[in-house]
């Protein structure tokens, strides 16, 4: 692994660790020129997953695109960056499972929101604006409306939720 610092080529790890479930492999590595430390990750190469946008045209599966929106939604947001790295990391293998060559970029948004409404309802609101397009407050209305109803809240006050048939 080239060093980071002086870019020369041999470097010594001293330390590896598995992170996100045997996901990722974190190591990290002293230079043997200069001596300056520095962190690698590795994770299994995604397959060759093609995207499949609303307009139809395909472009190579990108898992850092989908971690930029996240982190855009959950900016100022008391969310971890290890919560989100998991969420993604969610994302990527659910995407992954299908056992398919190509994926709408819709189910990933799907995935995205699915997830961000049980980690935080606000950051949930700001992706699905940018998501879903919202054309008027009409719209965001509605949706900020269906997450008050999931959670069972009105005009500020919990409500009850109601009796399940047995």
Same mark, same amino acid.
Do not use: W
């Given at each position: 692994m080239?060093?980071?610092?002086?870019?020369?080529v041999?470097?010594?790890?001293?330390d590896? $660790?598995?992170?996100?479930?045997?996901?990722?492999?974190?190591?990290?590595?002293?230079?043997?020129a200069c001596g300056?430390?520095f962190t690698?990750?590795? $994770?299994?190469?995604?397959? *060759?997953?093609?995207v499949?946008?609303?307009?139809?045209?395909?472009?190579?599966?990108?898992r850092?695109?989908?971690?930029r929106?996240?982190?855009?939604?959950c900016?100022?947001?008391?969310? *971890?960056a290890?919560?989100i790295?998991?969420?993604?990391n969610?994302v990527?293998?659910?995407?992954?499972?299908?056992?398919?060559?190509?994926?709408s *970029?819709q189910?990933?948004?799907?995935?995205v929101m699915?997830r961000?409404r049980?980690?935080?309802?606000v950051a949930?609101? $700001?992706?699905?604006s940018?998501?879903?397009?919202?054309?008027?407050?009409?719209?965001?209305?509605?949706?900020?409306?269906?997450?008050?109803?999931r959670?069972g809240?009105?005009n500020g006050?919990?409500s009850?939720?109601?009796?399940e048939? *047995?």
């Amino acid at each position: 692994m080239r060093c980071p610092f002086c870019h020369f080529v041999e470097t010594d790890v001293i330390d590896t $660790r598995k992170l996100y479930e045997g996901e990722v492999i974190r190591r990290r590595r002293r230079c043997r020129a200069c001596g300056r430390r520095f962190t690698t990750y590795e $994770r299994i190469e995604s397959v *060759s997953l093609m995207v499949v946008k609303k307009d139809g045209t395909r472009e190579p599966y990108d898992r850092e695109k989908i971690a930029r929106g996240v982190r855009t939604a959950c900016y100022r947001r008391p969310v *971890s960056a290890a919560a989100i790295e998991q969420l993604v990391n969610d994302v990527e293998t659910a995407i992954m499972n299908t056992d398919e060559h190509e994926i709408s *970029s819709q189910a990933i948004g799907d995935a995205v929101m699915q997830r961000l409404r049980d980690l935080d309802e606000v950051a949930y609101i $700001r992706f699905a604006s940018v998501y879903r397009a919202f054309t008027d407050i009409g719209k965001l209305r509605e949706a900020v409306d269906e997450l008050l109803d999931r959670e069972g809240v009105r005009n500020g006050h919990l409500s009850p939720k109601p009796a399940e048939d *047995s």
